[in-house]
């Protein structure tokens, strides 16, 4: 029988591991034919979670458990599922249960039509802030106007990928990485599901502001060379602004004989302008340069500190 690996990130969940395990062994009572294993990771939780999943798998032969030395993050979790999965295709999906389990047999039969990739399509979601939804828009604008890569629009990492699919996926090792960003510039066949997202069942969004908008600046510099070409673009109208205003003030000065402003002022004034241009195009750069000293330095994706598999 074919397999299928559920991997599913854990941070602080301690409370929906039990619920999203059964929701799982209910999907898999309905999807006879296939076997299953379930990869929960564990992402530097403080809470339990970890001595949650490893009471679950004491019972459930089929979890396989990682358990993280720190918080890596999200998006490492997901890379570690998919290096340790073994299955014929991998469904990615939260522990909070906004990504509905009950959705996984419709995956699976796009999978079986010949779909190699099936993306989880976010309608909307209850009780969603009026900020995360405004910046949300505002990410997916940014990224279809200036990045290489156009991500569909409130894409998640709810997801199954085809056997052919994760054997690629593994071989990306860049630590700035949207996960859902490289699965879609590697440009598999896609099909879509569209879903409602549920109210969070226990504990709170582990993802804030602060991280949410670290990720978009990430995604946006990995994905798009316009935050660089950003730097070039103010300078040149910067020294436009600065040709048309040296033109005025010399037909003020020769011209009209006026005083109105002070040959100081200008200078002042243009000079604010090109120093704010010159940091501007520094911290730019900057962010280019931190990436690619992550690149280089070369250190592992995360660190496992146990493993628990039968």
């Not at 979601?125 to 995360?132: A, F, H, P, Q, R």
């Not at 990045?147 to 994760?166: A, E, G, P």
């Not at 004034?269 to 704010?276: I, K, P, R, S, Y």
Request: with cysteine; net charge positive.
């Amino acid at each position: 029988m074919k397999k299928l690996s559920i991997i599913v990130p854990i941070y602080n969940e301690e409370k929906n591991v039990i619920l999203i395990h059964k929701a799982l062994s209910e999907v898999a009572k309905q999807l006879v034919n296939y076997d299953f294993e379930f990869i929960f990771v564990n992402d530097g939780s403080k809470d339990n979670s970890w001595e949650t999943i490893k009471q679950e798998a004491l019972n459930d032969k089929r979890i396989v458990a990682i358990d993280f030395s720190r918080n890596f993050g999200k998006e490492f979790a997901l890379t570690a599922g998919v290096q340790n999965c073994t299955g014929d295709a991998a469904i990615f999906l939260d522990a909070d249960l906004q990504h509905p389990p009950a959705l996984i047999p419709e995956f699976v039969k796009k999978w079986e039509r010949g779909a190699e990739v099936v993306a989880g399509i976010r309608k909307t979601t209850k009780k969603k802030t009026l900020i995360k939804d405004a910046g949300s828009r505002l990410f997916y604008a940014l990224m279809r106007r200036f990045s290489r890569n156009v991500l569909t629009r409130n894409s998640t990492d709810f997801k199954l990928i085809d056997r052919k699919v994760i054997n690629e996926l593994v071989r990306f090792t860049e630590h700035n990485r949207l996960f859902r960003g490289l699965i879609e510039w590697m440009g598999f066949k896609t099909e879509t599901i569209e879903f409602v997202a549920p109210e969070r069942v226990n504990g709170v969004a582990t993802y804030s502001l602060r991280k949410l908008f670290s990720l978009a600046i990430n995604s946006l510099t990995s994905f798009s060379l316009f935050p660089l070409k950003l730097a070039g673009y103010l300078g040149v109208l910067i020294t436009l602004v600065s040709f048309v205003l040296l033109c005025v003030m010399i037909v003020f000065k020769f011209v009209l004989h006026s005083l109105i402003f002070s040959s100081i002022s200008y200078v002042i004034v243009t000079n604010t302008f090109v120093l704010g241009v010159v940091l501007m195009a520094l911290g730019i750069m900057a962010l280019y340069i931190g990436q690619i000293h992550a690149e280089v330095i070369g250190r592992p994706l995360y660190v496992i500190r146990e493993k628990i598999a039968k």
